[in-house]
Antibody, heavy 119, light 110 residues
């Protein structure tokens, strides 16, 4: 059974940092592009970042460049999101998602981890 | 303001057919495939349609997708109360070099 389990969320002050993790199981993790998607309270889904199966190709939403860093460890079946210089508007539930065909068709999602940026 | 434009709300009665539109441009829908997601608050989003009109296994054939030019649509026939959710279109944008989502459409079954 495919499972994606996020962790690392929590309360952080503006300007602080947080590292999210996503533990994958039940499939060949190193075959798939992986993504982070977030949903702020009362808002819609917003794509954050994508990393190819080998980690060669990395993409970010324009609004996040320079503050967030996506990475993966295929030996540990894990996806990461390092978030720096956090702002109140980064408050959201963060989901990791598997990209079925590397064409933005996210067929499996985790349950999400809540990040709250507040003083 | 989302790159892909969806109506904020849609509604129908049980048994009806509802269509949700998604409007984009030549850099996204016009040149890449469209995917649709169903999202209930507090749960993980669910892939409903991929590559414009393909259904993952387990998704009822009441759900169908289509694309024409720079627009796409999701049709839900034989509407059921459990279909109430938020629906999002999404796809790759060549100009932004990233994934773009529509703003979401809240479907209400009256």
């Amino acid at each position: 059974e495919v499972q994606l389990v996020e962790s690392g969320g929590g309360l952080v002050k503006p300007g602080g940092s947080l590292r999210l993790s996503c533990a994958a199981s039940g499939f060949n993790f190193n075959y798939y592009t992986m993504n982070w998607v977030r949903q702020a309270p009362g808002k819609g889904l917003e794509w954050v970042s994508s990393i190819s199966s080998s980690g060669t190709y990395i993409y970010y939403a324009d609004s996040l460049k320079g503050r967030f860093t996506i990475s993966r460890d295929n030996t540990k079946n894990s996806l990461y999101l390092q978030m720096n210089s956090l702002r109140a508007e980064d408050t959201a539930v963060y989901y990791c998602a598997r990209d079925l065909h590397s064409s933005c068709d996210f067929d499996y999602w985790g349950q999400g981890t809540l990040v709250t940026v507040s003083s | 303001q989302s790159v892909l434009t969806q109506p904020p709300s849609a509604s129908g009665t049980p048994g009806q057919r509802v269509i949700i539109s998604c409007s984009g441009s030549s850099s996204n829908i016009g040149s890449n495939t469209v995917n649709w997601y169903q999202h209930l608050p507090g749960t993980a989003p669910k892939l409903l349609i991929y590559r414009n009109n393909q259904r993952p296994s387990g998704v009822p054939d009441r759900f169908s997708g289509s694309k024409s030019g720079t627009s796409a649509s999701l049709a839900i026939s034989e509407l059921q109360s459990e279909d109430e959710a938020d629906f999002y279109c999404a796809g790759w944008d060549d100009s932004l070099n990233g994934v773009v989502f529509g703003g979401g459409t809240k479907l209400t079954v009256l």
